[in-house]
């Protein structure tokens, strides 16, 4: 198999190939793993289900020996597609504490981060195609 990522790829049953598709993207498309599905309340303000992540948005965990746990965003690992939450920690047998690392499809969504004027504007975009197509 080649280790090259494929653009004119589209799906397929094979885990290894889904895998291999994940793995060998490139971080623009990557990025797009790392949306996250959000709480009924904010479902209901902005009219739509998933958004991706950024630094500073109130998640909270659902899968895992953390789950139910509540904390914001500290860092975002694109090239591993992973996220590392406030108090989601592990202690190592030194003591020292480290981020646990999370997979986004684990998350739900509390919270958004709206200092950025990016992000509102990706919000303002989102809920005007709710809009049309309703």
Do not use: C
């Not at 589209?10 to 793993?33: D, E, G, L, V």
């Not at 004027?117 to 303002?124: D, Q, S, V, W």
């Amino acid at each position: 198999m080649k280790n090259k990522f494929s653009i004119s790829w589209r799906k397929s049953i094979q885990k290894r190939k889904q895998r291999k598709y994940r793995f060998n993207a490139p971080i623009h498309i990557k990025k797009k793993f790392l949306s996250v599905n959000m709480a009924k309340i904010l479902r209901k303000k902005y009219g739509f289900r998933n958004i991706t992540l950024r630094k500073g948005d109130k998640v909270m965990v659902m899968r895992g020996k953390f789950r139910k746990h509540v904390g914001e965003v500290i860092r975002i690992n694109v090239k591993r597609t992973r996220v590392f939450v406030e108090g989601v920690e592990n202690i190592r047998k030194d003591g020292t504490k480290i981020f646990y690392p999370l997979q986004p499809s684990n998350l739900q969504l509390t919270e958004l981060n709206l200092g950025d004027k990016l992000r509102k504007k990706i919000i303002e975009r989102k809920t005007k195609n709710v809009e049309k197509a309703s």
